[in-house]
């Protein structure tokens, strides 16, 4: 099917690493971004891999395995403010075809 | 500044009427699209459109309508034949079909009166 399959919810301690896994079905090409939501917000974009790979932007991290059809998003040094959804996104379909689908999306609950 | 310009924030729908959410976009972006969310969901694809005049049905397109007939402009209209159209709607863009990231607007709450 053309689903982006995420756990539901991880819950955390302020300071620590956290990682959000994506898996899917659909093969191809296409890389995988990663959206961040807070409660009552619009999503915004995090991060994106085109290819395998690790991407590093500041305390977030990306990775992509298109052989896998597996990413993942690693948060590092946990802030309250973190405490948000995560969504993976990723382009399906052929030229022409394309449209673009969510995950089902991660509730992130970071502690003090 | 370019950005996505989604109208209302919160809007109000009687039984049996259409309702119109705005979105317009100068980022100069060719893909544009339109996603329902409901509380504690994900993001479900109604309607994209990734050039002027042309656009296709998502997962969940009956009940509602769009119109591509400007770059900038893409309004979708929830008809009274979506008889659940209480959620949070929210317009997105991309540069070209297949490209990312996507920009998202503010959103627009839809409730039922």
């Known amino acids: 099917g053309q689903s982006l399959e995420q756990p539901s919810e991880v819950t955390a301690v302020e300071g620590a690493i956290v990682q959000i896994n994506c898996t899917y079905q659909?093969?191809?090409?296409?890389?995988l971004s990663w959206y961040q939501q807070h409660d009552g917000g619009a999503p915004t974009f995090l991060s994106y891999n085109a290819l395998d790979g690790l991407e590093e932007t500041g305390r977030f991290s990306s990775f992509l395995s298109r052989s896998d059809s597996y990413g993942y998003l690693l948060l590092q040094e946990l802030q309250m403010k973190d405490s948000a959804s995560y969504f993976c996104?990723?382009?399906?379909?052929?030229?022409?075809?394309?449209?673009?689908?969510f995950g089902t999306g991660t509730r992130l609950k970071v502690l003090a | 500044d370019g950005g996505i310009t989604q109208s209302p924030k919160y809007l109000f729908r009687k039984e049996g009427q259409n309702v119109t959410l705005s979105c317009e976009q100068n980022l100069n972006h060719d893909a544009m699209y339109w996603y329902r969310q409901d509380p504690g969901q994900g993001l479900r694809l109604i309607y994209y459109s990734q050039i002027v005049n042309d656009f296709q049905k998502g997962d969940i397109a009956e009940g509602y309508s769009v119109s591509r007939e400007k770059k900038e402009s893409f309004p979708l209209t929830v008809t009274s034949a979506q008889k659940n159209p209480t959620a949070f709607y929210l317009c997105a863009s991309s540069v070209g079909q297949g490209s990312e990231p996507q920009h998202f607007g503010d959103g627009t709450r839809l409730s039922i009166l």
């Open positions: 659909t093969s191809g090409f296409y890389g």
């Open positions: 996104g990723r382009t399906i379909g052929a030229s022409g075809t394309y449209k673009y689908i």
